[in-house]
């Protein structure tokens, strides 16, 4: 049983190529780990991100796909639009808007990271999935839950994949594969295309994320605030963020240790007085292969495509995943029909993802460099009440005005300077 | 000095008509009474409505105009989308969504008439209208502000428009006409075909406050319309967004807006609030509110927006309406036909030209007139509280639950509503 395509991976990305294939009349095959592949496992804050600014301005969040999109609320439903690549995505579920993203301090002060403009959305990605799954089926997609892609050979004919469920080993044969199974990608790492990529971090051990769905949180944010708290003494690299969900709900993700104590801290211990955990989720524990990854630069080897995070350093995002779906199904169609169709598509991924830029690069470093210079809560409440109600991200607006802590606190000055310095020496090495 | 096109009233339809046909390269010519066009004396909810739903869930307002519109939010700007005529609008001032619509009795009891969805955006109306004012001219439409459209005549081979603008009175030639120039239409009157239209009723006044500081405890992004009879009967009170953090609270009567302000239930919202601004709007005028103009074309003129509605057509029926017309005038002008298209399109585009609108109106009346206390609206709203849906539709359907309870109360209640089907009878509909 051959199939034209044969797409590794049932999430945004999977979905999206499998449902473009479909509709364009190939024989599409997905195969996904989960059972059902539109329940989300892992802790997601579930944004989808419409205002994209240069680095100076945004930070990191919501610039790893960088073309524009936009959000089109029509009368019955809402469209996600992709005008670059040309597609758009219906959506039934709920949607809330952000206005504001708000870094805290350990004693409340704010920087406003966005302020009363609207920068994004909620959305549910259960209830976005499952009709990606719908369109993709009703397209006439295959699909194989609870299989997992294990590795993928390029034959001169086509490509072979390996795979495992319950009923054992199989090999799965297509003209084409896309790889969509994300970090940690099998199939990237079984085609050899982690070798030549860049570890900008040692892996991660210990806990991975954890999300929390909560009701009955009370904070004293404005209305449609996206928060993310910096607090010394429970977190240094992995950021706590409070966001909103359907209903009265808020999605609290961090650490596993993090979320406990941040719960418990003084200054926002009232907050959750009344809170009650609806449900949690969690990232697989340590067990990383790999660390931070660099890119890859061309994501095709062979038959194979690979889209979203199975090749990228970071989150793609939802929209970064769709869109490199539907750019791949085009590439492999021209393919297909004889045509050059892989060089656009490289092409394409290249210019469309910030982290390929050395800007994206300053901004995580620099925001590494900010973790590391902190040596206690009060540092961080010194310099966020010195730049109280500022807009901006925090880490470009700390450079930018690094003279103004100085006189105040000449140590922390010293910290925060170095500090940026050695950010700015690993630029290169990423870029 | 002949033009392709005199267009009177620089409101949305206006100037929508003039930038579509100076970018199709008429020679156009624009009047307007303000001196400072975009600048909006009258209150205006300022909405961009979405959702619109059957008359029995959706209730009266945004259904004005019933054809799909969307609002696009993009990286740089919004811009509202006019699929079915073909268009598309963009717009850089702030929005934000209405995610909830609540009717709420004197005790505080809640009826949703929309939840938790986006049916709507609130956008600021001058900023958007100097968007327009800008792109029409930067398309080549000449405008003349401080001028009043008088009247307008037919003649063989065009049109002429009487003016009066700070120089005095001055008669402009063109080939044809746009009437855009709102509720009590000069032009429309001029050219009698007022004398058509039925009276539904005097027109209401409205009064509205732009407060700060408001604390409804509500959730935020809400509509919210009390019913207290003791205050009011037909006019409803309602409070909604406003530019910043303001909320605009409005009414008939100032009157009506201070003894709500003072109500023992909301005194509380208004304790921190101050009173930025004052916008009153006056309503209809000579004639109240009359039945739509059902061919709202006349020799070379062509009538757009509310100049042609009983009710406010919102800001998208202006907008569609004057692209259609100048659609129609561009094929009249190329000597085919295009006005019977616009006839048909504004027969079809528009809520109020279905007997379904006009059981809304009635209906909300026959509600309003059988409310004998606050105490009755209490027991009611209680009944159905936490309900989505609109008021006059939900007591409607189950107005056996009210019986048992109250019937006193059920019996005025349906009486009410036999009424309202009776004249609507007499309306026919249309």
Not at chain 1, 101 to 121: A, C, H, N
Not at chain 1, 207 to 214: I, M, T
Not at chain 2, 249 to 255: C, I, Q, V
């Amino acid at each position: 049983m051959k199939y034209d395509l044969l797409v590794v991976g049932g999430g945004p990305g999977g979905l999206m190529a499998a449902r473009t294939a479909a509709e364009d009349g190939l024989k599409v095959l997905i195969v996904e780990r989960k059972r059902n592949p539109a329940e989300i496992s892992r802790a997601c804050l579930q944004i989808f991100y419409i205002r994209k600014y240069s680095a100076s301005k945004a930070g990191l969040h919501g610039d790893g796909y960088i073309e524009p999109v936009s959000l089109e609320v029509t009368d019955r439903a809402y469209r996600f639009n992709f005008p670059a690549p040309g597609f758009s995505i219906d959506y039934h579920g709920p949607l809330k808007s952000y206005f504001n993203w708000i870094e805290v301090s350990p004693s409340g002060y704010r920087i406003y990271r966005r302020k009363d403009m609207l920068w994004g959305f909620f959305y549910d990605k259960e209830a976005f999935v499952a009709e990606l799954l719908a369109s993709a089926q009703k397209a006439g997609a295959e699909i194989m839950p609870a299989t997992m892609g294990l590795a993928a050979e390029n034959t001169p004919s086509g490509v072979r994949v390996r795979v495992r469920n319950k009923a054992g080993e199989q090999t799965l044969e297509a003209i084409k594969a896309i790889a969509a199974d994300s970090r940690e990608s099998n199939i990237v790492d079984s085609l050899g295309l982690n070798q030549k990529r860049q570890e900008l971090t040692p892996p991660r051990r210990g806990a991975g994320l954890v999300g929390y769905e909560l009701e009955g949180v009370e904070t004293d944010l404005p209305p449609c605030s996206f928060l993310s708290a910096c607090i010394p003494s429970i977190n240094r690299l992995l950021t706590i963020y409070l966001g909103q969900m359907s209903g009265d709900r808020s999605i609290l993700i961090s650490g596993a240790e993090e979320i406990e104590k941040f719960m418990k801290h003084p200054n926002y211990a009232p907050w959750f007085r009344h809170a009650r955990v609806m449900k949690k989720w969690a990232t697989a524990a340590g067990g990383a292969k790999y660390g931070l990854l660099g890119p890859i630069k061309e994501p095709v080897a062979g038959n194979v495509v690979i889209v979203g995070d199975a090749a990228a350093p970071i989150e793609t995002w939802t929209q970064g995943a769709v869109a490199s779906a539907y750019m791949a199904v085009k590439a492999i169609e021209k393919e297909f029909d004889g045509e050059k169709g892989y060089p656009e598509y490289i092409n394409w991924w290249q210019k469309a993802f910030y982290f390929h830029k050395t800007d994206y690069w300053r901004m995580v470093f620099g925001m590494f460099a900010l973790a590391n210079a902190w040596a206690s809560d009060e540092d961080v409440d010194y310099v966020y009440k010195l730049f109280q109600d500022k807009e901006g991200p925090p880490q470009i607006v700390i450079e930018q005005n690094l003279e103004l802590i100085r006189a105040g606190r000449p140590e922390l000055y010293e910290r925060l300077k170095k500090s940026y310095e050695q950010a700015e020496k690993m630029v290169p090495k990423a870029g | 000095m002949m033009y392709d096109l005199i267009v009177v009233g620089g409101g949305p339809g206006g100037l929508m008509a003039a930038k579509k046909a100076a970018e199709d390269g008429l020679k156009v010519v624009l009047i307007e009474r303000k001196k400072n066009i975009p600048e909006i004396h009258r209150y205006c909810g300022q909405i961009c409505y979405l959702r619109k739903l059957s008359s029995s869930k959706a209730g009266l307002h945004g259904d004005g105009y019933v054809e799909p519109v969307s609002v696009e939010i993009t990286d740089r700007s919004y811009r509202f989308n006019f699929p079915a005529v073909g268009f598309s609008l963009d717009y850089n001032g702030p929005i934000k969504p209405y995610l909830n619509w609540i009717e709420i009795s004197p005790s505080g009891y809640r009826i949703w008439r929309r939840r938790d969805t986006i049916w709507g955006f609130f956008y600021d109306k001058e900023a958007f209208l100097a968007g327009l004012l800008d792109s029409a001219q930067k398309a080549g439409a000449e405008i003349l502000p401080e001028t009043i459209g008088m009247a307008a005549e037919n003649t063989p081979t065009g049109v002429k428009v009487l003016t009066r603008g700070r120089k005095g009175e001055q008669t402009l030639e063109a080939r044809k006409a746009i009437a855009a120039d709102g509720v009590s239409s000069n032009i429309v009157d001029s050219l009698g075909m007022n004398e058509k239209r039925r009276s539904l009723g005097p027109s209401a006044k409205l009064v509205c406050y732009e407060l700060e500081g408001v604390e409804t405890g509500l959730p935020p992004f809400s509509w919210v319309a009390p019913c207290i009879p003791s205050i009011n009967r037909l006019m409803v009170i309602f409070m909604g967004l406003a530019a910043g953090d303001k909320m605009a609270l409005g009414s008939g009567s100032e009157e009506v807006l201070q003894k709500f302000m003072k109500h023992p239930k909301f005194a509380h919202w208004f304790r921190n609030a101050r009173l930025v601004k004052k916008v009153a709007a006056a309503g209809g005028g000579k004639y109240g509110i009359l039945t739509p103009i059902r061919e709202p074309v006349e020799g070379n003129v062509v009538i757009v927006g509310d100049a042609g509605a009983p009710t406010e057509t919102w800001i998208q029926g202006a907008l569609a309406s004057a692209f259609m017309a100048v659609n129609a005038i561009e094929k009249e002008l190329d000597g085919k036909k295009g006005y019977p298209e616009y006839i048909q399109w504004w027969q079809k585009a528009f809520y109020f030209h279905k007997p379904d609108y006009f059981r809304m109106v009635i209906g909300m009346f026959a509600l309003a007139n059988a409310w004998a206390s606050d105490e009755d609206v209490d027991y009611v709203y209680k009944l159905f509280q936490d309900r989505d849906g609109t008021p006059q539709n939900i007591i409607e359907q189950n107005l056996e639950l009210i019986k048992a309870g109250r019937p006193e109360l059920y019996e005025r209640l349906k009486k009410g509503y036999e009424e309202a089907e009776k004249m609507m009878a007499r309306v026919g509909g249309s």
